[in-house]
DNA sequence: TTGTAGGCGTTATCAC
DNA sequence: GTGATAACGCCTACAA
């Protein structure tokens, strides 16, 4: 049997009250029965239940977070950060995955609600349908990811790195190798954060005065298929690339495998520059250059700022804002070094 | 404010019982009130309290995952199958990670006791503090993947791939190229599917009639830092080997990673075989050739275990028995074709 | 300093 | 069929 406040009251002789403000360390407690009662604790075991405490208090202590999938390495980064950070402010995670499967999303959303999570992460770029309706309406802060807010709700924030800014990076370190026909492999046009790598990618063209030529512009998926299918597609071209600059790594990985499948020496055929800098971009090979995330700092700030607009916070939510991070290259081999244009 | 049946109750002018009834759809409801009220329960935007309903079920339909880290992408495409099977079952999962710290272990124990979880999964191989004494003692189902269970309890069950047979599969498979020189690879001796492995490794060499070297054996970490660090131990013997079997694909990421590195050409001047074929084991340079293991049948075959272990499921858990499910080998390139020995 | 009583949102067991 | 009433385990006024 399960022991309760109710049976250590029987078994010290006092009230469950007592019992109840002992184990909470109250004041109003003689120090004696306190200490008495603290110790038959341990002795019987006692746990204390979360989910009745929750019911009272108004709180379970409870975050949500929301993923597609946890195969992803560098969602797999982020909620571990995330989980940390929630245990160390003695909060917990529930892991709510949707598959990219809006059915899910909207039973994730419900099993949320229900389990009354204090606040809701969701690390998704994908603009799906949960995240700006059903997620808002649960009436709890919602972080957002790497993601922009559509709908700002009161309580609706979003932290994320600056992906134009990892754009201009990765382009402007190929155009400073000396690439000037450069390709962007890009994730679906439904990905907030892909179109704003696309940005920073034609500002750096721009300052460098080259056209964009939307020829050089390819759709992937984010995962390595999609690299692997963009390479055919840039090698027909007429004047293909001799650079490639790609949404994540995993589209970069499955590009340089193709390419390597179709004999081309990287980087002097081919130099290519991923995003997201995960545990495998040193180990590709070429190693990979990569505009690096901070994702620890991503999934700690995201959780940090949840519990921040949770209603016992410090924080004023109308104080909050947005915060974005920014990341950096790191420049392996897949890029090359400095390239003289022919000619 | 939050909708409760009360407020229901005082809309539709019934007691709260009735609601209550209503909502879980008995048969002792009128038709009539029955659909009145489960209208009026969607237009008032009621969600139910999982945490009462808990309290007086006694039991929170959630199941604890204590996962070592999501880093790694092999846990990480087992979580992702627990959670979906845990979703399509109606339980939600909550997430501990320990970060190998027993400190954070222990904690994470304490959390998933205090949120009344009905079982727990335990993704890690390694022999932790956690997981035989504290978990136990939980009362409540424990499933261990891929790790042994060293003390029986009367709920305490594992799911694992034959780490023996898979052992066997990978050196049988460099043996029948020719190699005769295989090293292992092997992880922190704590780690019981690694000395599995090794059994098997050693099982297979016997077979060939091939006394097992010691200094063949060399040990990793599980990470890709750990096979760098391997390779010039073995490259240093004064007679080296020809092939290599890592404990896992990372291990075997990173030794090939060196082997580029020291200018050795793959698979020609080594042969490498990993275990786990996680994402990018096709996607390595030159494609890796490994142990498969069943990922999605693991995190599924380990989230129905618990449930079937559950108190009000239909099994009964003396008759319940381990799970040991068979993995693959997958044949890339790092392995090479065959090989004919010299002379 | 301690005990009593009420309530958090449910479900379940009684009567009616 | 429906409505009181009592639990589940905890916290917290209010009394004593």
Redesign the interface.
């Known amino acids: 049997m399960?022991v309760s406040i109710k049976d250590i009251a029987k078994a010290a002789g006092v009230s469950h009250s007592t019992v109840s403000r002992a184990l909470s360390d109250s004041s109003l407690v003689s120090a004696g029965t306190k200490e008495r009662i603290q110790l038959l604790a341990r002795e019987m075991?006692y746990?204390?239940?979360?989910?009745?405490r929750?019911?009272v208090e108004g709180r379970?202590r409870?975050i949500g977070?929301v993923v597609t999938?946890?195969?992803?390495?560098f969602?797999?980064?982020i909620?571990?950060a995330i989980?940390?950070t929630a245990?160390d402010h003695g909060y917990?995670?529930?892991?709510?995955?949707s598959?990219d499967s809006s059915e899910?999303e909207i039973?994730?959303a419900?099993?949320l609600?229900?389990?009354?999570v204090d606040g809701v992460i969701v690390t998704s770029s994908r603009v799906g349908v949960l995240h700006q309706g059903r997620l808002e309406?649960l009436?709890v802060p919602v972080v957002l990811i790497n993601s922009l807010v559509q709908h700002r709700g009161r309580y609706t924030f979003s932290i994320g790195v600056d992906n134009r800014h990892g754009g201009i990076l990765a382009t402007e370190h190929l155009l400073q190798l000396g690439h000037r026909r450069i390709a962007y492999v890009a994730a679906p046009d439904d990905r907030s954060d892909s179109m704003e790598r696309l940005t920073g990618y034609h500002e750096a063209l721009a300052r460098a005065g080259i056209d964009p030529d939307p020829a050089l512009l390819v759709r992937g998926t984010g995962r390595?298929g999609g690299g692997e299918r963009a390479l055919p597609m840039l090698q027909a071209l007429p004047d293909p690339p001799t650079a490639v600059f790609c949404y994540n790594d995993m589209t970069a990985?499955?590009l340089?495998?193709a390419a390597?499948a179709a004999g081309l020496s990287l980087p002097q055929d081919l130099a290519v520059v991923g995003f997201d800098d995960i545990?495998?971009a040193?180990?590709?090979?070429p190693?990979l250059t990569t505009v690096a995330q901070p994702v620890a700092e991503l999934g700690k700030g995201a959780m940090e700022m949840v519990l921040s607009l949770l209603p016992d916070g410090n924080s004023d939510p109308d104080a909050s804002t947005d915060r974005t991070l920014t990341g950096w290259l790191v420049a392996r081999a897949s890029s090359g070094r400095k390239r003289y244009p022919v000619g």
């Open positions: 399960r075991g746990s204390p239940d979360a989910q009745a929750s019911l379970t409870t977070v999938t946890m195969t992803d390495p969602i797999g980064g909620v571990q989980e940390t245990q917990s995670v529930i892991l709510a995955s598959n899910r039973a994730a419900e099993t609600q229900s389990k009354r309406r009436g390595a990985i499955g340089i495998h390597h545990v495998f040193p180990y590709v090979h190693p």
